[in-house]
């Protein structure tokens, strides 16, 4: 079954400071890839996400992330980080139906000054 | 435009009382989604309907959970009777299939229960 694993928990990056957040999916064909930010106390927004085409993916908020099928990987990258973007973020692909997506656990962001 | 609402955002109820959420889609939607959310399992999807229908409800943790979508407008999970285990937010997320290119999934703000 297509899923994703999120392999850090926790990250903490000062103000300003580059972040990179991983995600690893398993997938035999090529996946349909998210990326959701998910603030306290509020649902789900889409941040970006890859169908297939330039593996560099341009997102809100000045979010990119790139697919790289030799590492199975689809990462976040933020070139300055903002104190508000901590948050919880979510990697996702399409599951099997084709439609509904399957999550990763997530990974909490803080923000330091 | 309004996104997908979802009612009652916080819910506290007494073991084995009846619960009911309710979510509107984002109108010309398809494809509705109920999901579950705990510090343990994460983003569990409960079950999802296309044009009102259930496609898969595999998700769905028991006999004590059910969900209806009566029009394209409204849908609700039902959970009957509720237990502690229950406590956790549930988000309903709509969207439109755009064929090949895929679908973009919006969630609600999620309606959070607590089962005491």
């Known amino acids: 079954a297509q899923s994703v694993t999120q392999p850090d928990i926790h990250i903490t990056v000062s103000e300003g400071a580059s972040l990179e957040l991983r995600c690893n999916y398993s997938?035999?064909?090529?996946?349909?890839l998210f990326w959701y930010v998910q603030s306290p106390g509020q649902g789900l927004q889409l941040l970006l996400k890859?169908?297939?085409?330039?593996?560099l993916v341009q997102g809100i908020k000045g979010f990119e992330a790139e697919f790289k099928r030799s590492q199975s990987s689809f990462n976040l990258r933020k070139p300055s980080v903002h104190w508000s973007d901590a948050a919880e973020y979510f990697c996702?692909?399409?599951?099997?139906?084709?439609?509904?997506?399957?999550f990763g656990k997530g990974t909490s962001l803080l923000v330091t000054p | 435009d309004a996104g997908v609402i979802q009612s009652p955002r916080h819910e506290v109820t007494e073991m084995g009382q009846e619960v009911t959420l309710r979510c509107k889609p984002i109108?010309?939607?398809?494809?509705l989604f109920w999901y579950r959310q705990t510090m343990m399992r994460g983003l569990e999807l409960l079950i999802y309907?296309?044009?009102?229908?259930?496609?898969?409800d595999s998700g769905m943790p028991e006999d004590r959970f059910s969900a209806k979508m009566p029009n394209a407008s409204f849908s609700t999970l039902k959970i009957q009777p509720s237990e502690p285990r229950d406590s956790a937010v549930y988000f309903c997320?709509?969207?439109?299939?755009?064929?090949?290119?895929?679908?973009?999934?919006?969630f609600g703000e999620g309606s959070w229960l607590t089962v005491v």
């Open positions: 997938y035999g064909a090529t996946p349909y």
């Open positions: 109108s010309g939607h398809d494809y």
């Open positions: 996702a692909v399409v599951g099997n139906s084709g439609y509904a997506l399957n």
């Open positions: 309907f296309n044009n009102n229908v259930p496609i898969d």
């Open positions: 997320a709509s969207s439109f299939r755009q064929g090949r290119t895929g679908n973009t999934i919006y």
């Open positions: 890859y169908f297939s085409g330039d593996t």
